[in-house]
């Protein structure tokens, strides 16, 4: 069947209650494609790290397991230790028969500028970054809004007046998660201190947990209370160091509120798993097309995460707030600014 929005809407409730299929190498259940519907087979290539780091790979691995789970056509995959691999696996996928070719994470762009000019009866897609190409898509979030909405429960559940932000490297994608803390917080706080520091200058950064907790202990030590990880793997790092000098941490991309129990305030969701089920139901019904999309609160593709775990922490009144906030973004009573577009 076509996933159509019906389908994206169920796949987000199943993500959120943890969907379990089997692995990517079990050819599943016997494809039932309707008359009409284009075969499609994905290959994706996960940012740098393991596939199951509980966040950002994680939700591309949740699409793919509900696409073949509903269609029972299979996916290919691909697990990378640095960038400088991404051409031989994308070829490697396409000798396989991928079709469509999914790479996650920004630092990809010229290595999808690449591959898809030497692939071009391969379509491509960009998650998290810009590549431009006919056959390429790009699909970018407007991380700040989401980033706002955790800014502004931060700033409630700040008992000293200081929060920190965490981030993997000094770059655009990552300065709009920054600043729309940062403006979360004042709009809520306007006299709140926010420290902003990054991990390195790479994609090596994002698996640096070491580093991590360093910077992590050195925010607590200047006051602050409540740190937002945007730092993929790293984030592990934050969170020990949080859980440790009893404070707390919000996490990102994926629910993380159940790592720590108790020291996860909240989560920023980023919906990775979104972004790639519209571009393979795209593919499905023939309306698949290159280009930029851009998905945010109005798509329900950034938000925050309330459940079970973190709910001892999060107030009535609170919850209360960052909602107010969620409706006043997603019907344009407020406008987060993005940094990159200066």
Same mark, same amino acid.
């Given at each position: 069947?076509?996933?159509?929005?019906?389908?994206?809407?169920?796949?987000?409730?199943?993500?959120?209650?943890?969907?379990?299929?089997?692995?990517?190498?079990?050819?599943?259940?016997?494809?039932?494609?309707?008359?009409?519907?284009?075969?499609?087979?994905?290959?994706?290539?996960?940012?740098?790290?393991?596939?199951?780091?509980?966040?950002?790979?994680?939700?591309?691995?949740?699409?793919?397991?509900?696409?073949?789970?509903?269609?029972?056509?299979?996916?290919?995959?691909?697990?990378?230790?640095?960038? =400088?691999?991404?051409? #031989?696996? @994308?070829?490697?996928? &396409?000798?396989? $028969? *991928?079709?469509?070719?999914? /790479? !996650?994470?920004?630092?990809?762009?010229?290595?999808?500028?690449?591959?898809?000019?030497?692939?071009?009866?391969?379509?491509?897609?960009?998650?998290?970054?810009?590549?431009?190409?006919?056959?390429?898509?790009?699909?970018?979030?407007?991380?700040?809004?989401?980033?706002?909405?955790?800014?502004?429960?931060?700033?409630?559940?700040?008992?000293?007046?200081?929060?920190?932000?965490?981030?993997?490297?000094?770059?655009?994608?990552?300065?709009?998660?920054?600043?729309?803390?940062?403006?979360?917080?004042?709009?809520?706080?306007?006299?709140?201190?926010?420290?902003?520091?990054?991990?390195?200058?790479?994609?090596?950064?994002?698996?640096?947990? =070491?580093?991590?907790? #360093?910077? @992590?202990?050195?925010? &607590?030590?200047? $006051? *602050?209370?409540?740190?937002? /990880? !945007?730092?993929?793997?790293?984030?592990?790092?934050?969170?020990?160091?949080?859980?440790?000098?009893?404070?707390?941490?919000?996490?990102?991309?994926?629910?993380?509120?159940?790592?720590?129990?108790?020291?996860?305030?909240?989560?920023?969701?980023?919906?990775?798993?979104?972004?790639?089920?519209?571009?393979?139901?795209?593919?499905?019904?023939?309306?698949?097309?290159?280009?930029?999309?851009?998905?945010?609160?109005?798509?329900?593709?950034?938000?925050?995460?309330?459940?079970?775990?973190?709910?001892?922490?999060?107030?009535?009144?609170?919850?209360?707030?960052?909602?107010?906030?969620?409706?006043?973004?997603?019907?344009?009573?407020?406008?987060?600014?993005?940094?990159?577009?200066?």
């Amino acid at each position: 069947m076509i996933l159509d929005r019906r389908s994206l809407l169920a796949s987000v409730a199943l993500a959120i209650a943890g969907l379990s299929v089997a692995a990517a190498a079990d050819p599943g259940p016997a494809s039932h494609r309707a008359d009409g519907e284009i075969p499609v087979t994905p290959g994706v290539i996960y940012a740098v790290g393991e596939k199951r780091d509980g966040g950002f790979n994680e939700g591309a691995l949740r699409a793919l397991e509900f696409f073949r789970n509903e269609t029972g056509d299979a996916f290919l995959e691909a697990e990378l230790p640095s960038v =400088d691999g991404f051409a #031989a696996a @994308a070829d490697g996928l &396409i000798r396989q $028969g *991928a079709t469509l070719v999914i /790479a !996650v994470g920004f630092y990809y762009a010229d290595a999808v500028k690449a591959a898809a000019a030497a692939h071009p009866g391969t379509s491509f897609v960009l998650v998290d970054g810009v590549a431009e190409g006919p056959n390429i898509r790009s699909i970018v979030f407007r991380e700040q809004e989401g980033a706002y909405l955790v800014g502004v429960l931060a700033a409630l559940a700040s008992k000293s007046g200081t929060i920190g932000f965490v981030g993997a490297a000094d770059v655009p994608v990552l300065r709009k998660f920054a600043d729309g803390y940062a403006a979360g917080a004042k709009a809520t706080r306007p006299d709140i201190g926010v420290l902003v520091d990054y991990i390195g200058t790479d994609a090596a950064a994002f698996r640096d947990r =070491d580093r991590a907790t #360093a910077i @992590a202990r050195d925010q &607590i030590g200047r $006051g *602050a209370d409540v740190l937002f /990880a !945007v730092a993929g793997e790293a984030n592990l790092g934050v969170f020990q160091a949080a859980r440790a000098a009893e404070k707390l941490a919000i996490g990102v991309d994926s629910n993380q509120n159940g790592v720590v129990p108790g020291t996860i305030l909240t989560s920023m969701l980023k919906r990775v798993d979104i972004a790639v089920l519209r571009s393979l139901d795209d593919m499905r019904a023939g309306t698949w097309a290159p280009g930029l999309v851009t998905l945010g609160v109005r798509e329900h593709a950034v938000g925050w995460a309330i459940d079970d775990n973190n709910r001892p922490l999060v107030t009535p009144a609170m919850e209360d707030a960052v909602e107010t906030a969620r409706r006043a973004i997603a019907d344009g009573t407020i406008t987060v600014p993005d940094p990159t577009a200066k």
